[in-house]
């Protein structure tokens, strides 16, 4: 296991990442948010999925290690307690545990703005700054999970039928895999901080934003493949999601490529 240095007070940039990293520990917070792909987190004996639409809170000295695919990307904030305590964002010095979120729908719209101005050199290094710790302000308004020891997730071949909406609804799916309801509302809750019907919500609205940015396929037929019998329904879900109907999001990310 490694220290890494503790070189600057404050860094924000977008980092990609070697399949598998070394358990190492800083002594900042540290918070992931990923841009495009996951990472899987090991972490108080748990392997969390930190994916597109959530993010991890890592605070100093928190032992960790994770896996990634190359072509991955997130937005990473290192930034000491001493900094964060005189900014907008000095709620994060009060959190001990490491702690996994979902991204609100403003924050998303924030962070994609600031990935954007990183991309095309807009900041100066104060500016960065400001902008970093507003983005982590929106955050710590939210409401995350704390990961705790022997806290499990769900199995991924779950998590990959959830998304893929094969054989049901997730409690269904659950019962599949050997889960009790009890169960697995527990574990969503202590490893997400969502319902069941909240986190298959999440999984569906991720995976049909992926399929919007990256493929051509109709909307009628991602519709379909995200669990949808019809475009209507989806749309207005999508558009409740995001607020922002899934056409206008498709015509937004192929003006920014």
Known sequence: ???MPDTSTFASDIRTYPKVTERHRHDF???IVPICGSMELEICSNLILVEEGSYALLPPGITHDFESRPESRFLVVDVDQKVLATSAAAQVCNIRE???GVISPEAIRFFAYLVSAFEHGDFDAEQRQAFSLSGLSLIAK???T?????????????LDNIREQKNGSIEKLARKHGLSRSVLYRRCRETYGLSPKQFEMYLRMQKAKDMLSKTGIPISSIAYAVGYENCSSF????ANY????PSLYRKEQKAKQ
């Open 1 to 3: 296991m490694s220290l």
């Open 29 to 31: 917070v540290q918070v």
């Open 98 to 100: 490491p702690h996994i």
């Open 142 to 144: 939210s409401d995350p």
């Open 146 to 158: 704390a990961i705790r020891p022997q806290t499990k997730g769900l199995p991924r071949s779950l």
């Open 235 to 238: 749309s207005s879900a999508f």
């Open 242 to 245: 995001f607020n922002l109907p």
